[in-house]
């Protein structure tokens, strides 16, 4: 039997989080009712190629293809405030958007969150280790992440943030 959800159900929604970076970029994918939470698929993309160029070729044609797989509704990104030296930065802004550019063609509604939001909605505190992140994100979605990368853990944090606060939104509606 067909029927619309009430009040008291919720809307599943799929969301990617991804954790830009110019070598690896953690990509981290939840389906989330906005207070149940599981784990679809996390990785990591290796970006190997000698070329920047065609690094970010390569990110395109992965993050493309991990969408066009799973097809989420929405996606979070990290945005950058910190950048090592000037050429990280312009590196990092460049690989940010080729990844927007990558959600965008995948039809997702993209959001942004700064690492201190992340923090705060996954352990409750801003100035979180990485590590206690990790934990939180583990006990979130049922996983067990232990030597992986963080890069893989933030991103997850990133769709766990997403999750969180579009939740909230739709309850102040």
Do not use: W
Request: aromatic content about 6%.
């Amino acid at each position: 039997m067909n029927r619309a959800p009430t009040s008291v159900e919720m809307t599943i929604h799929r969301i990617i989080g991804v954790d830009p970076g110019s070598r690896i970029t953690g990509y981290g994918i939840i389906d989330s009712d906005g207070q149940n939470t599981r784990l679809v698929e996390a990785g990591c993309i290796r970006l190997l190629e000698s070329s920047f160029a065609l690094r970010l070729k390569r990110l395109f044609e992965e993050i493309t293809g991990i969408c066009h797989q799973h097809r989420p509704e929405s996606a979070s990104v990290e945005q950058v405030f910190y950048a090592r030296n000037v050429r990280s930065a312009l590196q990092l802004g460049q690989v940010r958007g080729v990844i927007l550019l990558s959600l965008i063609h995948s039809q997702c509604e993209i959001f942004e969150y700064s690492a201190l939001e992340v923090k705060s909605a996954v352990t409750g505190y801003g100035r979180a280790d990485k590590q206690q992140v990790r934990k939180m994100i583990e006990l979130m979605v049922h996983g067990d992440f232990g030597n992986s990368r963080y890069d893989l853990t933030d991103a997850l944090g990133l769709a766990v943030t997403h999750a969180q606060v579009s939740s909230f939104r739709s309850k102040l509606k």
